[in-house]
């Protein structure tokens, strides 16, 4: 059983750096695992995805070069950096786990998911 839980979030201001985690168990190491967030009366949509041996994160083009994306395999631990944070950077976050080799940018490739942590991006 797949468990996944994201903590770090919280309230920033526009230009802020903010660093989320998602804590997972249940062997996870063999997952694709990705972040995505869905901002208040809107889809759920990709931020970004790692492969399972940490390969070429692969981000939402509107995306690249401000938010980072790092796994821990021995600690079964994801992360997402996001730095130069702006107001429409507001949602909550979670993070997925699949087992396909890639990071599709589908939510529905995703079967496991974590509750989501909030993140309040004032501007």
């Known amino acids: 059983q797949v468990q996944l839980a994201e903590s770090g979030g919280g309230s920033v201001q526009a230009g802020d750096s903010l660093t989320l985690s998602c804590a997972a168990t249940g062997s996870t190491v063999r997952y694709t695992m990705a972040w995505f967030r869905q901002a208040p009366g809107e889809e759920r949509i990709f931020v970004g995805g790692i492969s399972r041996d940490g390969n070429g994160p692969n981000y939402a083009d509107s995306l690249s ?36 080799r890639t990071p599709s940018p589908q939510t529905y490739d995703f079967r496991y998911w974590g509750q989501g942590t909030q993140v309040p991006v004032s501007s």
Request: with cysteine; aromatic share 8%; hydrophobic share 30%.
């Open 65 to 100: 070069g401000r938010f980072e994306i790092s796994r821990d395999n021995n600690k079964e631990t994801l992360v997402l950096q996001m730095n130069n944070l702006k107001p429409e950077a507001r949602a909550v976050y979670y993070c997925a786990g699949r087992t396909g």
